[in-house]
Structures are given as C-alpha cells and as structure tokens.
C-alpha cells in the first residue's frame, strides 16, 4: 500500500511540475504506517439517472442507453464492476427524479416515457416508471449485491409561486403506494430519498425550507408506517441540494433529532462543463481548487454538530462539471485527479 501511495504522489507531482514554466527533480516520503483519515462502508457511491438518450449539451449528446428506464441489465462487465465495488451504493436520482411518476396500479392512465418539450422544466415532460422495469432492475441489484437509494419526486401536488418557487404539500400518494409495492416485494432499499436539487435558490425551482420540512417529516411518516415490524428500515434523507447555511440550518434544526437519518448535498466545483478544455484540466489539476471542496462539507457537519441531531452528512451527489461534464476532460484520465 506504500508503495502505490508512493507511486501516486509521483504521478502527482509529475503532473504539477509539468504546469510550471520548467521542471525540477524532487523527491516523495510517504509515511505508510499511519493513517491520516478512515472512510465509512457507505463511502464508494454512484448515481444512475433518468436523462433520455436525447439529452444534449453544449452539441453532445452523451447519455446514450446510460438511463435507469434503459440501461442494458444484461451487460455483465456493468454487472461485474458493481459487484467489484461492493458494498456499492447506488443512488438512484437525478434532474428528473422531481418529474418521475410511478406506474401502480392505483395510478390511472398510461405510463408514458420523458418526450422532449422546450416548455417544461429541463426541457422534459413528465416520465413513468413502469412496474415491470422497476422489478427488473431490482432483479440486478440484487445480482449485483449494490445497497439501492432511491430519490423519490418531491414535486408531487405543489403550485406554482412568485419568484419560481413551488408551494403547497406535497402529495405524497403516488410515492407512497411505490414504496408500498417495492416493500411488498420484498426488494431492499437502503434508503429514500426526498427531491434533487430543491433547496435554497434551487436548480429548475425551489421549496422553501419550512414546506421542505414537512415534507421531509410526511416521508419519516411514510416509511416507517410501511416497514412497521421490518428488521430492515430504509435510512430517510433528504434534501440532495446544493449548501446553503441558512437554509440548511434551519432544516436541520426542526427535524432533529431524529426525524432524518441523513442530510445529503450535492458537489459540482469544476463549473459547466461548457467551460474551455484547459479551464477545466487547470482547475482539475490545481490541490487549492480540489481542497475546497471540503468547505461546504466541513460546515453541514458543523450544522449537524451544533444542532445536536443524529443526522450524518452525505455527499449524494458529485459530478465535478455539472451539464454532462465535457468530452475528453471528465471522460479522461486527467479527470481522476479530481
């Protein structure tokens, strides 16, 4: 293990050098026999979306067959990597988890695919998830031995506010009867997740923070009133937005202590993946610039602290280069610097 710390503090340096205008020959001590920092069971994650096969930015359309409504279940080398991460947690979630209804059977109508509209919100219509490929994709995960999040649409039942927020409670029906039919199942969840990208200034729109915490707390309700007498009780998280201190506080303080049992935030500090390839690859490449990240975490966690809450600090999502990343920068082998 020293030795592949050595080896990776090399390429490092290597690639630093490289940056200045000349290069000199240094040398790495890398002390092996301590540990700076431990990570958690649940610190290797990943995200599969809802993004349809035309979904483009910036001229690119690079989502391909990657969606959970058609992503290929067979392919065994996707299979093999999850099993190869194990314990693996997958959150399922994305921009269109807040548009995603759920094919029941109390639902009426068709369960129609995401259709490309310029009107709606990320440029989607509403989407469904039909219960058959619902249960296929449990079928995997369970193959696959991955511990399943799922971000459930926290839009349900809001209005339309001034200034491009939505009110009103959210209706949790239809999530509800979905959770009632996986639990009934038999598939496990690890958790349930409320809303992407909702709170403070929002990405698309926003809920304020009170509403947030009803909700959060209508969910709590939901959960446990399912899975009452079950050995294995999904996690509850919420609000898989972007730091804000203040709404985040007050988040946290009216669902502690024990009304959540994660608070989850999303990391994005490379900018749009629109930015120039050498922007991109300085900032990739720059140790201040990968340093702050851990800014916005480090103050959840003094927030959870403070709070006195039994709530813990997740990163639920993190893409670097928000808008699809940028081809040949974050598909590349400079991106695993970041």
Known sequence: MAGLRLLVGAVWLLAVLRQ???AEAGAVTVDGRRAIASTGEDFVCATL???PPDKCDYGTCSWGNASLLNLDLSNKILLNAIKAFSPLVLRLGGSLQ????????DRPGPCAPFNRSKSEMFGFTQGCLPMPRWDDLNAFFEKSGAKIVFGLNALNGR???QGGAMGGNWDTTNAASFIRYTAGKGYKIYGW?????????GVGTKVGVAQYVKDAIALKTTVDAIYRGSPEKPLVLAP????????YGEFIA???????????????NLGAGVDRDTQLMDRILNPKALDGMAGPFRDLQGLLKAAGTSAVAWVGESGGAYNSGHHLVTDAFVFSFW
């Open 159 to 161: 209005v339309p506010l």
């Open 254 to 268: 009216k669902t502690k202590p024990d009304m959540l049992n994660v608070v989850t935030h999303h990391i994005y």
């Open 20 to 22: 200045g205008a000349a």
């Open 49 to 51: 979306d809802w993004w």
């Open 193 to 201: 997740e409320l809303g992407n990208e909702l709170s403070g200034t």
């Open 98 to 105: 807040d548009k995603v209804v759920y094919g029941t059977a």
């Open 240 to 247: 898989g937005g972007f730091f804000d201190a203040r709404w």
